[in-house]
């Protein structure tokens, strides 16, 4: 008999820290699993954000690209209008206009500033039969990307929702100018392609 108790004793004291070895081995492939997850979420996150970065980056780049193209065609042909690429380009945006548009109706309406309305200040556009003066050519930019996208409520009719050769032919139509949007979009193919494509500055290594 006491061998027994002596044998049920020796057991127990056995099977108990076999259970505790047991469930603490447990917790620790838990923590371990909670950590992989936490780990996978924010590289997930992690990515995902880079990859924001990147796609940013990259329209910067284009933004720029497009406002040196500008620039440079102004500039190779002496034209007093160079500097204002990154204006037009954020004004073509704004107005979803192509961003060659306004440079070239520029170009064709005065030699790029070069041969501006007299009459009033700042007007290298033609606009209005240039009876309409400017404080600046950043503000006659501004006037004719507003119209010419259909943002102006009183000339919206003439411009929203229409093509770029349908904006020319409104803005100076076939029956005043023959051929005025064929010459505009001409200059427009001079200054660049429609997309520009660019190599970005910033790489990231972004893994799955």
Known sequence: MKNNNLIRFVNSLVFLPVMTMSFSLS???NIGTS???????INIETNGTL???KALALEVEAKKAKAEAIDAYFAERNM???GVGMKM?????KNN????????IAVRESTGGKNECKRVPNNAFGWGSCKIGFESNEQAIETVAKNLGGNNPNTAHHYDDKETKEILQAYNPPSIVLRYAEQVMAIMDVIGEPEMTVTPLLTYNIST
Not at 35 to 41: G, I, P, R, S
Not at 97 to 104: E, N
């Open 97 to 104: 206009l192509d961003w060659r548009l306004l440079p070239a």
């Open 27 to 29: 917790g620790i492939n």
């Open 89 to 93: 380009v954020e004004e073509a945006e």
């Open 51 to 53: 990859a924001i970065n």
């Open 80 to 82: 007093p209008l160079k």
């Open 35 to 41: 950590q992989n997850v936490l780990a996978q979420k």
